[in-house]
């Protein structure tokens, strides 16, 4: 029997390649546009716990060391393309320690 492929994922903090079910997404969600194409509101930054929502995604470990290394090098910044506040920062961390 074919064994079934493994999706790999590289964590944003650690930069190790990891299975997909062992990492947690943050997700970027798609900006509110009107109808001739301005943003009217931003996507809200959040942590995607079952891996469903739309928009722009990266991994990072299940761990807050890690997390802690993305948010220092400002790798989310990079990965979502905007500036990010602490406040989301904040929030973040506090959702990743009730998730453990």
């Known amino acids: 029997m074919k064994q079934k492929k ?8 650690c930069g190790e390649m ?7 997404r943050v997700v970027k969600a798609p900006d509110t546009k009107d109808d001739n194409g301005e943003i009217l509101e931003k996507g809200a ?3 995607d716990l079952s891996g469903k929502l739309p ?11 890690c ?6 090098a400002k790798r989310f910044e990079r990965a979502f393309q905007t500036s990010i506040p602490e406040e989301i920062y904040e929030k973040l961390k506090r959702e990743m320690e009730q998730g453990e």
């Open 18 to 24: 990891k299975p997909k079910s062992e990492l947690v």
């Open 67 to 72: 997390l802690n290394k993305a948010i220092k």
């Open 55 to 65: 928009g722009r995604g990266a991994y990072v470990c299940a761990d807050i060391s």
């Open 6 to 13: 493994i999706p790999m994922r590289k964590c944003t903090g």
């Open 45 to 47: 930054i959040s942590l």
